[in-house]
């Protein structure tokens, strides 16, 4: 069975940067596509960003120049890398990754920014 594990959540002051580990188990199969999303608090789920291994990626505009998604393809882990953390950036962070065509989703890790 397909599990993705995130790591590297915490408590970051403002400014800060934290990187967020995604970890796929239980294939041999690469994960094709990785993207990010997160959830505040009393609101809905915000998509982040994609990447796909071929290279291309897309960010939002929140996050877009403070963001940035990598893949290592011989771990089979996605990556997200946070830059200039702002208040606004708390939230708890899922990581999506596509194997053979079907989504599979991390538990989520909470990140919180605050001095």
């Known amino acids: 069975q397909v599990q993705l594990v995130e790591s590297g959540g915490g408590l970051v002051q403002p400014g800060g940067s934290l990187r967020l580990s995604c970890a796929a188990s239980g294939t041999t199969f690469s994960m094709n596509i990785v993207a990010w999303y997160r959830q505040a608090q009393g609101q809905q789920r915000e998509w982040i960003g994609t990447r796909l291994i071929a290279g291309a990626s897309n960010y939002a505009d929140s996050v877009k120049d403070r963001f940035d998604i990598s893949i290592d393809n011989a771990k089979n882990t996605g990556y997200l890398q946070m830059n200039n953390l702002k208040d606004e950036d708390t939230a708890i962070y899922y990581c999506?990754?596509?194997?053979?065509?079907?989504?599979?989703w991390g538990q989520g890790t909470q990140v919180t920014v605050s001095s």
């Open positions: 999506k990754g596509v194997i053979r065509g079907r989504d599979h």
